[in-house]
Each structure stands twice: as C-alpha cells, then as structure tokens.
C-alpha cells in the first residue's frame, strides 16, 4: 500500500473509477493539476482557455529545465498553464485543489479568500495577479515556493509593513529562489 502514495494524484484521478482499490486510499474530493490558473474573471479565464499555436509551443518547451530557466531568467517567471479553473467553479465542486508544479492565481480579495482554503501542494513557482492582501500571500508562500512573481495590487496596511519586509527578505535566499 505504501507504493500506492507514490502514484501521482493526477493518474489517480484518472483511473479512480477503473479500480475501486484507489476509492479506498484516496479520498475523492481532490482536484490535481501540474500547472494552473486560477480566476474569479469570467473575460480573464475565456483569455486564459484560448490554445494558440504560440502558446502549445511555449508549454512544450516549458517542460525542459534548461529552457525554463533560460526565458525565466534570474528575476521573473513566465509561467505556462495546463488547466483553467473559475473560482466558482472551485467552490461548487467542493474539491481541494492539489498544485506540484506552477499556481497562477488572478483573483480580487474575496476571490482569494474563498480559493486560498482549497489550495494545496508542493507547488514551487507562485504568480499573483489582481488584489491582494499581505496575509493572503502569506498564507500561499509554502516552504516549496522558490520563484515568485506579484503583479497584484498589493494592500498593506501601515501595521504590516514589518511583515512584509520580512517576507520579503526570508524569501530571497539563494539565485534558485528569486
């Protein structure tokens, strides 16, 4: 049964209903995904679905290390997506979302408040988009995490500034993490 844990949630998802062995192990309220992207924007996730040549093309060559690092460089992350969730979406399916690889999020706050209690994994490249509170980012910067990038509208209170400098210098710990 131990080697059983090691099998990916996604091919578990996957194959669940062909072997009732895995609905005894696994629970079924999980959601696996490798690299996604998270909205509460209905015209941001129709932008986000769209599959152009270009784009099938820079998730192929996403796969390589060599080349993520490359077009990634020392200081930002372009990060590529599989799969496209609403955040609607996420809350009537009841599911966890389980991340081992990239989580794009594009929310405003109530958005990442109702996503962030679903969202687990040892997820290692983190983009925020929208708005976004100082303890929302805290609570998404998993010891995973090595590269993040906010574009968010960040909302900081005075009280938290020494937080956030924290954060900050915490996080910025070797050329791998930026």
């Known amino acids: 049964m131990r080697m059983l844990h090691l099998v990916p949630l996604k091919i578990i998802n996957k194959y669940i209903g062909i072997c009732s062995l895995f609905e005894k192990f696994f629970p079924l309220d999980i959601d696996a995904h490798e690299q996604v992207f998270i909205t509460d924007n209905q015209v941001v996730g129709v932008k986000a679905k769209e599959d152009t040549f270009l784009f099938r093309i820079w998730k192929c060559l996403d796969q390589f290390e060599f080349c993520r690092s490359t077009f990634d460089g020392c200081h930002t992350i372009y990060p590529v997506w599989k799969s496209v969730l609403m955040v609607d979406e996420i809350i009537d399916m009841k599911n966890r979302i389980y991340v081992s690889d990239t989580l794009i999020l594009d929310c405003q706050i109530q958005g990442y408040e109702n996503v962030i209690p679903k969202i687990f994994g040892p997820y290692t490249r983190l983009v925020l988009h929208g708005t ?17 990038r906010i574009n968010a509208r960040l909302q900081i209170e005075p009280a938290e500034y020494d937080d956030f400098v924290r954060l900050v210098v915490n996080h910025i710990r070797s050329v791998e993490y930026t």
């Open 132 to 148: 976004i509170t100082l303890s929302q980012v805290q609570r998404l910067m998993r010891p995973s995490v090595k590269h993040v």
